[in-house]
């Protein structure tokens, strides 16, 4: 087949990438290199053994995504896309609230407005635990409420809101909706990883730069929390894991339709780790002090988030391979060659 990534060269998109072209499928990658690197094409290709498609652009601009689409249609219908573009910091989200609304939300109607046009109808689209309302009870099923409590979390509520109605009124139309937990870790090979500048978001990533002397400490956002030991509880799912989640979503999404759609599905492992328990698996795994303190509470964050994955493993055939301690291993490896 051949498979469309938006923002196929960051964290999640290039790891799944990498599992399409390893199952013989032809992708093609559009990013806009703004939380990316041009060298993750490389790597990919150098993992791989094969080329890929890249096109740099913005999906908000729908003549270049039409010039896109066409161009890779005259060789080889588009048989899918995964749509992984879009910002995902939750803290700045907080702070930029009109910019990841027009990002995200403004840009998947440019993209679902082209592939109308270009008869294009099979669709994955990267939704996030945080759409879930934090006072339902844990673990978080497919069905629960959904009360986003940050910009980030309501954008990716909306898009999904935005699914359903087209689904709805359009039958044609084939969407998978997956619901992120928390991804780390990188590919065993050491050349694809999390890659933020700067301060990271996301704790593993920050880890790294604490445990690797880049940054003086780990900030660990509020030890008050409802927890057993007061730090924030997060299913983390080995990036690679996540990305095998793609693939088995896309088979199942391809090969037969179910009842719904969209079809939404949880993808993580089932269980949490607190910020403690990870810095204390982190320096146990690769035998390194990983300074940090304690600072205040970060706007938007919760106390619990796991998932549930019961509908994953029955309908998908599909559960998590790797633990907390690949994860610490991996970004590990990443982080010796000198690319974060």
Same mark, same amino acid.
């Not at 929390?225 to 990036?239: E, F, K, L, S, W």
């Given at each position: 087949?051949?498979?469309?990534? /938006?923002?196929?060269?960051?964290?999640?998109?290039?790891?799944?990438?990498?599992?399409?072209?390893?199952?013989?499928?032809?992708?093609?990658?559009?990013?806009?290199?703004?939380?990316?690197?041009?060298?993750?094409?490389?790597?990919?290709? &150098?993992?791989? +053994?094969? @080329? %890929?498609?890249?096109? @740099?652009?913005?999906?908000?601009?729908?003549? =270049?995504?039409?010039?896109?689409?066409? !161009?890779?249609?005259?060789?080889?219908?588009?048989?899918?896309?995964?749509?992984?573009?879009?910002?995902?910091?939750? *803290?700045?989200?907080?702070? $930029?609230?009109?910019?990841? =609304?027009?990002?995200?939300?403004?840009? /998947?109607?440019?993209?679902? *407005?082209?592939?109308? $046009?270009?008869? %294009?109808?099979?669709?994955?689209?990267?939704?996030?635990? /945080?759409?879930?309302?934090?006072?339902?009870?844990?673990?978080?099923?497919?069905?629960?409420?959904?009360?986003?409590?940050?910009?980030?979390?309501?954008?990716?509520?909306?898009? $999904?809101?935005?699914?359903?109605?087209?689904?709805?009124?359009?039958?044609?139309?084939?969407?998978?909706?997956?619901?992120?937990?928390?991804?780390? +870790?990188?590919?065993?090979?050491?050349?694809?990883?999390?890659?933020? +500048? #700067?301060?990271?978001?996301?704790?593993?990533?920050? %880890?790294?730069?604490?445990?690797?002397?880049?940054?003086?400490?780990?900030?660990?956002?509020?030890?008050?929390?409802?927890?057993?030991?007061?730090? #924030?509880?997060?299913?983390?799912?080995?990036?690679?894991?996540?990305? $095998?989640?793609?693939?088995?979503?896309?088979?199942?999404?391809?090969?037969?339709?179910?009842?719904?759609?969209?079809?939404?599905?949880?993808? #993580?492992?089932? !269980?949490?780790?607190?910020?403690?328990?990870?810095? @204390?698996? =982190?320096?146990?795994?690769?035998?390194?002090?990983?300074?940090?303190?304690?600072?205040?509470? !970060?706007?938007?964050?919760?106390?619990?988030?796991?998932?549930?994955?019961?509908?994953? &493993? &029955?309908?998908?055939?599909?559960?998590?391979?790797?633990? %907390?301690?690949?994860?610490? !291993?991996?970004?590990?490896?990443?982080?010796?060659?000198?690319?974060?």
């Amino acid at each position: 087949m051949k498979i469309l990534l /938006t923002g196929g060269l960051g964290y999640i998109g290039s790891h799944t990438c990498i599992c399409l072209k390893e199952a013989g499928h032809d992708t093609v990658v559009i990013d806009n290199l703004c939380n990316s690197k041009i060298s993750v094409k490389d790597n990919i290709e &150098k993992i791989t +053994g094969s @080329e %890929i498609a890249f096109y @740099e652009g913005d999906i908000r601009d729908r003549g =270049f995504l039409r010039d896109v689409f066409q !161009r890779e249609q005259r060789k080889q219908k588009i048989d899918a896309v995964i749509h992984f573009a879009g910002h995902k910091a939750v *803290a700045d989200s907080v702070e $930029e609230p009109i910019d990841y =609304f027009e990002n995200n939300i403004a840009g /998947t109607i440019d993209l679902l *407005a082209v592939m109308e $046009e270009e008869n %294009i109808r099979n669709l994955i689209f990267s939704s996030s635990a /945080t759409v879930y309302d934090p006072k339902s009870p844990v673990p978080y099923k497919e069905n629960d409420p959904k009360s986003p409590v940050n910009p980030y979390g309501e954008t990716k509520y909306i898009i $999904e809101r935005m699914l359903c109605s087209l689904a709805a009124s359009k039958p044609s139309w084939n969407i998978v909706i997956l619901r992120y937990f928390n991804p780390a +870790g990188a590919h065993k090979s050491g050349l694809i990883g999390e890659d933020p +500048g #700067g301060i990271p978001n996301n704790l593993f990533p920050y %880890i790294l730069k604490a445990a690797k002397g880049e940054l003086p400490a780990l900030s660990v956002f509020g030890n008050d929390y409802p927890t057993p030991d007061g730090t #924030g509880v997060r299913d983390y799912i080995h990036v690679s894991d996540l990305a $095998e989640g793609h693939m088995a979503a896309l088979k199942t999404m391809l090969t037969g339709r179910g009842e719904e759609n969209p079809t939404v599905y949880n993808l #993580g492992t089932g !269980r949490g780790y607190s910020v403690l328990e990870i810095i @204390e698996a =982190f320096e146990k795994t690769n035998n390194v002090k990983v300074p940090y303190m304690i600072a205040a509470r !970060r706007a938007g964050d919760i106390a619990w988030s796991f998932a549930s994955t019961e509908k994953a &493993k &029955k309908e998908l055939h599909w559960e998590t391979t790797r633990g %907390i301690y690949d994860m610490c !291993r991996d970004i590990w490896r990443f982080g010796q060659e000198d690319l974060v």
